[in-house]
C-alpha cells in the first residue's frame, strides 16, 4: 500500500499539518475575510482528500477485511455506536447549545480519518489493519453516516435521509471509487503522483478549518473554553473506549493501541462537510477543533506508546 510505502513523507505531512491548521485558523479569526471564499468549496475540498485516500486502495486489499474481519467489524461496531453517543453525551453533560450538540454528533457519526494510519505507525501499531479498518469504515459511512444522523436528530431536526445520503455519497464515495479506479488502471501515474497527495489533504483540511473558524470568529472567541472541552473529552473517551473494548475482546496490545486511534480519529472533515450544507455554520465548529485536536492528541499518545515500546 502507498501508506506503508511513503511513511516518510506522512510523517513529516504530518509533524506540519498543526503548524499550518493552526496559522491558518489564528489568520482568520482575525482577518474573517480573508478564508470566507472557501465556504463554496468544501465539499470540493474533501472530495480531493478522498480521492488521495483512494489512489492509495488497491483491489486486492479488500482481501485483509476478510482476513481480518472479526477486529475490523468490532472497530467499524464501536465507531458507528460509540462515537456519536458519546457526542450526544458529553453535549449534554456540559449543558451545550444546540447548534454546537449537532456538530458533536456529526463528528461521531464519521468514519476514521486517514490521519489516523500515521498515528498508528508511529505508536509501533499494526498499518496495515489501521489502514484495512479506515477502508471499511468510509465504505460504510455513505450508508451509515446519514442513518445515524437522522436517527439521533430527526426528531428535533427536519432532517431528510435522502439528501444526507446523496451528500455523503457525493463527496466520499464517488471521489473514494475514482481514486481506486486511477490506481488500478493508472499505477505508474498514481505513484508518480503520490508524493503529492498527503501535502494537497494538509492544504484542503487546513483550508476547511479556516474557513470554519472564520465563519464563526465572534463566537469561538465568546465562548470556546465549552466547546474545546467538548471536542477534547469527546476525543479522548473514543480513544478510551476504543482500546478498553479491544482489551476486554482478547486482542494483544499493538491490535489495541490500533484500534483506539482509529475510533478516537474521525474524518471530522465530512462532519464540517455535513454541517456546512444542512445546519447552521456554528455546527461545524466541533469539527473544526477536533481535526485540530486529535492529531495533537494523537501525536502525544503516539510518543508515548512508542517510548513505551522501546523501554
Known sequence: MAFLQKRGVMNAVN?????????ASIIALAFPVSFLWVKPFIPFLLGVIMFGMGTTIRFHDFRDVWIKRKVVL?????QFTVMPGLGLLVSSILSLPEEIMIGMVLVGSCPGGTASNVIVYLS???????????????????????????????????????????????????????????RHFFSSQ??????????VSVVSISLIIACVMALNADRVLAFPVAVIAAVMLHN??????GYGIAKLAGYSCVDCRTVAVEIGMQNSGLGVT????????????????????????????????????SK
Not at 498514481?190 to 501535502?199: E, I, N, T, V
Not at 479522548?236 to 473506549?241: F, I, K, M, V, Y
Open 236 to 241: 479522548l473517551l473514543g480513544l478510551t473506549t
Open 15 to 23: 509533524r506540519h499539518f498543526l503548524a499550518i491548521a493552526l496559522g
Open 74 to 78: 468490532l472497530a467499524a461496531v464501536v
Open 190 to 199: 498514481a505513484d508518480r503522483y503520490s508524493d503529492f497527495l498527503p501535502a
Open 274 to 309: 455535513l454541517a456546512n450544507q444542512f445546519f447552521q455554520p456554528l455546527s461545524a465548529l466541533p469539527g473544526a477543533l477536533f481535526s485540530l485536536w486529535h492529531n495533537l492528541s494523537g501525536i502525544l499518545l503516539a510518543r508515548y506508546w512508542a517510548v513505551r515500546e
Open 124 to 182: 509501533r501499531g499494526d498499518v496495515a489493519l489501521s489502514v484495512t479498518m479506515t477502508m471499511f469504515s468510509t465504505m460504510l459511512a455513505p450508508l451509515l453516516t446519514p442513518g445515524i444522523i437522522y436517527l439521533i436528530l430527526s426528531r428535533s431536526i427536519d432532517l431528510s435521509y435522502v439528501s444526507l445520503f446523496l451528500s455523503v455519497f457525493q463527496v466520499v464515495a464517488v471521489p473514494l471509487i475514482a481514486g481506486l479506479l486511477v
